[in-house]
């Protein structure tokens, strides 16, 4: 292996290409990144781009490993030689978002990326974490219009499962009895959420038809009055196509005129068997979800609220119910018929808490630090949903003091015996 001083007469593409080109595990990978710094500081003065380069670098495998801080140390040092848009994304990505204050520093990084890149893929992906920035901060006007470059950013595309469409984009003008295809982006929660806009668009003349992945199109078209087509169906053919999220763009959706009459999904009415108080509980999200491990907790997480002898408990976690009361749920037809029969449902950020909300349900939503944006900083209430309260962590990782907030709330809600 070469010493730290042969790494001089490399440029930067090919230290980045040698780094690439490393199929040892990650540590090792590590190690060689570690050892080219090490020439500083005295090399750093004479190669300040190279340095900065390798700076990024560390801070981008740090990032990947989950250290936030040790990666905001790294790019802070990048900047420090040779600022560049990649970098200011990079620590804008790394903020610990717990209140305005830091909400408004990532905005303030963003700002400094754009400055130095207001072109191409890194610029459309600023954008669009600029968006979701706005988003969280309330000024959701400035926030969709940027948000419609996150189908230019490959990552974000392959995320969200949008799959394009061959037919032209509706631009939210009145319709003549047109066909528009909302089309499939995000998860199921997203779906759940995003419905409530299709008679939107039948009073502008037109007939929606919303795509779904597979498992949602039957219950879909049950508990809403508009067609559904699966994602898996290439053959339906429309007049005009629109992405959901962009809906909120088309129709400049803000906080005062959010579209929040629940519900607006109508199953079947369950009867319910007898008058105990019923909860129905969720404390993890699917992990396929990038950011599941920050907004999931375990089992033993909630041990103190299941401890109130007087509730019911009824799990709606799907694969595991920690001995609690359960049911298959193996449909969301299953799921429905279970929340209805429950007076509350406490739950993470997950799909259970956008269909609880959109059925008129009341849900308690414990929320992590830097939730998804659609929730926004601060607040115990969101314009998403009259009937859900959200109890936010104050502390990165701690659980425990949200479990405790909620527990307080239940034993002195008018529910407690």
Request: glycine share 6%; net charge negative; aromatic share 10%.
């Amino acid at each position: 292996m070469k010493n730290s001083e042969e790494y001089t007469n490399f440029t930067i593409d090919e230290l980045h290409q040698l780094v690439v080109d490393t199929t040892q595990k990650v540590t090792r990978v590590h190690e060689l990144l570690r050892s080219i710094t090490a020439m500083e500081p005295e090399q750093a003065k004479r190669s300040p781009e190279l340095f900065a380069k390798m700076h990024e670098w560390i801070g981008c495998l740090h990032m990947a490993d989950g250290n936030l801080l040790r990666a905001r140390k790294e790019y802070e040092r990048s900047i420090e030689l040779d600022p560049q848009a990649s970098v200011y994304y990079g620590l804008a990505l790394t903020t610990p978002l717990v209140d305005d204050t830091s909400w408004s520093k990532q905005l303030e990084y963003l700002a400094a990326a754009e400055a130095l890149s207001p072109q191409g893929e890194l610029a459309d992906a600023v954008r669009v974490t600029k968006a979701e920035c706005l988003g969280a901060l309330g000024r959701w006007a400035e926030a969709w219009p940027l948000y419609e470059a996150r189908h230019n950013v490959p990552w974000v595309k392959a995320l969200s499962g949008y799959l394009g469409s061959k037919f032209p984009r509706w631009e939210g003008q009145q319709l003549a009895g047109e066909t528009v295809l909302v089309l499939h982006e995000g998860g199921i929660g997203d779906t759940f959420q995003m419905v409530r806009y299709l008679p939107e668009i039948k009073a502008l003349g037109g007939e929606p038809v919303l795509q779904a992945v597979p498992a949602l199109v039957e219950f879909l078209e049950q508990v809403q009055p508009y067609k559904v087509v699966s994602t898996a169906w290439e053959h339906f053919k429309a007049d005009y196509s629109i992405p959901m999220w962009s809906l909120l763009n088309v129709f400049h959706v803000t906080q005062q005129n959010v579209r929040a009459l629940v519900p607006y999904l109508h199953p079947r009415p369950v009867l319910r068997e007898n008058f105990s108080f019923r909860v129905g509980v969720c404390w993890a999200g699917t992990s396929k979800n990038p950011t599941n491990e920050r907004r999931s907790m375990e089992f033993k997480d909630i041990q103190s609220l299941l401890s109130i002898p007087w509730v019911r408990w009824v799990s709606l976690q799907q694969g595991e119910d920690g001995g609690l009361e359960v049911f298959s749920l193996k449909v969301w037809f299953d799921t429905v018929k279970v929340m209805q029969t429950c007076d509350l449902v406490i739950t993470i950020d997950t799909s259970i808490a956008h269909l609880a909300g959109a059925l008129g349900l009341p849900v308690w939503m414990m929320l992590s630090t830097g939730p998804d944006y659609r929730w926004m900083s601060q607040g115990s209430t969101t314009p998403w949903y009259p009937t859900m309260t959200l109890f936010r962590q104050s502390t990165p990782g701690d659980w425990d003091k949200v479990v405790q907030d909620v527990t307080k709330s239940l034993q002195e809600s008018p529910w407690s015996p």
